[in-house]
């Protein structure tokens, strides 16, 4: 393990997790990489990691209180496990990340949350507890913002939504999808909600995004203009991702004293 960043292996796989914002960086099956991670992330701290899956804690999209996205994928984790070796080959490490003076100024609460990410030859699975250690309830909402890596997304399609409302954030409208596999032409941002617990994402073979916990499922990618208004996004980038990102994010979610909150994503490659 370096300073900055864990690695796990399980036979030919394995994943990079970066100690800022406890995000996986990396995901190699199969001999190819899976997760997206721009060319142009900003890797030293200083701002969140694009690309990977981040972790949105506690709240969605801009934040009243302050940055955008939370203060999860902007704060530095720390390892309380790593390279676990379970009974079934499979490996893991956890992370931890607790409430301190900086994180107070900005959201005055008490918490602890710990993640967990373990690698089989064929599955990355990312677990996150969220334990309320204030003296009062709070309120939030939580996604896992996961960039995977498409060879080309216009050929690109995701199938699990139809049926399911969304709200669209790039035409600010409400809808029902229709379409059996969703296919993206142009820039998306959209949060459907009470998805199924399965969506899966054709990329040439197929990962599925497998749930638990979270009800709701954002889809995004930039697209051209967006893409190039991001100093950290690579210019090209939009060609090779879409974001599936499970989440609690419809509603917020409110935690009382004491209590634990737990979600999980599993990526499987199919084929």
């Not at 900086?102 to 373990?118: A, D, E, G, H, P």
């Not at 250690?133 to 139809?162: A, C, E, M, P, W």
């Amino acid at each position: 393990m370096s300073a900055e960043a864990v690695t796990l292996n399980s036979g030919t796989s394995s994943c990079k997790i970066h100690l800022f914002g406890a995000t996986v960086i990396s995901w190699v099956c199969k001999g190819k990489e899976r997760l997206f991670l721009s060319t142009d992330a900003i890797m030293d701290g200083s701002k969140a990691i694009r690309g990977g899956i981040p972790i949105v804690f506690p709240n969605f999209g801009p934040w009243e209180c302050g940055p955008q996205h939370g203060i999860a994928r902007i704060s530095w984790w720390k390892v309380v496990e790593q390279h676990v070796q379970l009974d079934n080959g499979d490996t893991q490490v956890v992370l931890e990340l607790t409430d301190d003076e900086k994180s107070r100024k900005i959201w005055n609460y008490s918490f602890k949350l710990q993640y967990t990410v373990t690698l089989s030859s064929s599955t990355l699975t990312s677990s996150l507890h969220i334990t309320n250690t204030s003296t009062t309830s709070f309120d939030f909402t939580t996604l896992l913002h996961t960039y995977i890596r498409v060879d080309d997304i216009k050929d690109t399609t995701v199938s699990g939504l139809k049926g399911c409302a969304y709200k669209d954030k790039v035409t600010t409208s409400d809808g029902i999808e229709q379409d059996s596999e969703v296919k993206i032409s142009m820039n998306v941002d959209r949060v459907y909600m009470d998805t199924n617990h399965h969506v899966v994402t054709h990329v040439g073979g197929r990962i599925q995004v497998e749930k638990e916990g979270l009800p709701d499922t954002v889809l995004w990618n930039p697209w051209v203009e967006k893409s190039q208004a991001m100093s950290d996004f690579n210019n090209d980038g939009w060609l090779n991702m879409v974001c599936v990102e499970p989440g609690f994010v419809g509603k917020r979610k409110v935690l009382g004293v004491g209590e634990v909150f737990g979600c999980k994503q599993t990526l499987t490659v199919l084929e």
